[in-house]
């Protein structure tokens, strides 16, 4: 087998995308100091299904209302705004980051304490919900750092 091929199939191998499913990796919820009530959950979409999801918004047990939102920058300044469908297109992955789409949560009632776990529901136009156990993982080791 020649190298070109082997390095081609391991990185078939490695993708998270498969086809006729809807993959979510990586996510988490941003862990953030006692008292706060407002935090933001990352992870990427992988839609390997034959049609576009349309990411319509979120729920959790221990949010009031979760949000998906994006960063924009307008002359020099940075500010977030609810998008009401993120498209993720069939056969493509889209990343929830800081510094881009996200989901926002809303009048938090729990514990933000790193490696906790809670629910977070995604709702979809087109495609089913899906239902997460996400950690929470706090802000110092977001970007790897931990």
């Not at 087998?1 to 998270?16: E, T, Y």
């Not at 839609?47 to 009031?64: E, K």
């Not at 009401?84 to 933000?112: C, K, R």
């Amino acid at each position: 087998m020649s190298r070109n091929r082997l390095v081609a199939l391991l990185i078939m191998w490695s993708a998270p995308l498969m086809a006729g499913e809807f993959v979510v990796s990586d996510a988490y919820i941003r862990g953030l100091p006692p008292g706060q009530t407002v935090t933001a959950a990352f992870m990427t979409l992988s839609n390997g299904l034959d049609r576009d999801c349309h990411l319509v918004g979120a729920s959790s047990p221990l949010a009031s209302r979760a949000e998906v939102h994006a960063h924009s920058h307008h002359g020099g300044t940075m500010s977030m705004r609810p998008v009401d469908v993120l498209t993720i297109p069939a056969g493509q992955q889209v990343s929830l980051q800081p510094g881009g789409y996200h989901l926002m949560l809303f009048g938090w009632q729990g514990n933000l304490s790193d490696g906790e776990q809670t629910t977070i529901t995604l709702l979809f136009e087109n495609c089913e919900k899906i239902e997460l156990s996400v950690p929470v993982r706090s802000v110092l080791s977001e970007g790897g750092n931990g």
